[in-house]
Each structure stands twice: as structure tokens, then as C-alpha cells.
């Protein structure tokens, strides 16, 4: 299994940016698929972002489509979200999550597909 721990969260005025990091560690990071989820307060997990192995492959939710940008670099073990004009409702605890095994342009929308999730990382934005 693969450890994922999630930093960068914080407090942020409306408008403002913010970079989530997820480290990796543990057994083989190869051909491991990765994404972003987000919990907001009573509401169910949802999707944000999602990036294949190679990184050759991104998707998003139609909500941060041009705001958010997913990368990884592999040498690190660590994939980030770059987070830019951010808004209230993008108030959650944000999880990153992976899952192995996969060919290397494949990239993994469905929660249910991922087998590793970190403990998340709150971010907050004040209107």
C-alpha cells in the first residue's frame, strides 16, 4: 500500500491561490494513477481532478476547469494542485488519492477505483 499525505491547505481571501501538495511513500509508485477530492461541510466527496502516471492525461470537474491545475513529478513522488482564483464554495477538506496497476496514460475519475487516500487537508476561503 502507498501512504499519501496532503499539505498546503489553509485560510485564503476569495480570489487568491493556493498549492495542495500529496507525498508519496511506500511500495512502488510506478504506473500509479492520481487525484484530487474535496468534502464540503454536509455534503457528499466529489471529484476535482485527476492525473494518469505519465501525466500525459488530466481531468477536471466542470467547477474548477480553468482555476485548478493538477501535475505531478514522479522523481518526488508528489503530486500538487494549483489552485487559482479561488472561491467560497471551494471551501472542503481536499484528499488526494492513487491507485496502481494502470497503463500510463490512464487517469481515474471514479472514487471507487482508487485504492489509497490521505487524511486530507483543509482549505478555507473567505468571501
Known amino acids: 500500500q502507498v501512504q499519501l499525505e496532503e499539505s498546503g491547505g489553509g485560510l485564503v481571501q476569495a480570489g487568491g491561490s493556493l498549492r495542495l501538495s500529496c507525498a508519496a511513500s511506500g511500495r512502488t509508485f510506478s504506473n500509479y494513477a492520481m487525484g484530487w477530492f474535496r468534502q464540503a461541510p454536509e455534503k457528499e466527496r466529489e471529484f476535482v481532478a485527476s492525473i494518469s502516471w505519465n501525466g500525459a492525461t488530466t481531468r477536471y470537474a466542470d467547477v474548477v476547469k480553468g482555476r485548478f491545475t493538477i501535475s505531478r513529478d514522479n522523481a518526488k513522488t508528489t503530486m500538487y494542485l494549483q489552485m487559482n482564483s479561488l472561491k467560497p464554495e471551494d471551501t472542503a477538506i481536499y484528499y488526494c488519492?492513487?491507485?496502481?496497476?494502470?497503463?500510463?496514460?490512464?487517469?481515474?475519475?471514479?472514487?471507487?477505483?482508487?485504492?489509497?487516500w490521505g487524511q486530507g487537508t483543509q482549505v478555507t476561503v473567505s468571501s
Open positions: 488519492a492513487g491507485v496502481g496497476g494502470l497503463p500510463g496514460g490512464t487517469s481515474v475519475q471514479a472514487m471507487g477505483q482508487y485504492d489509497d
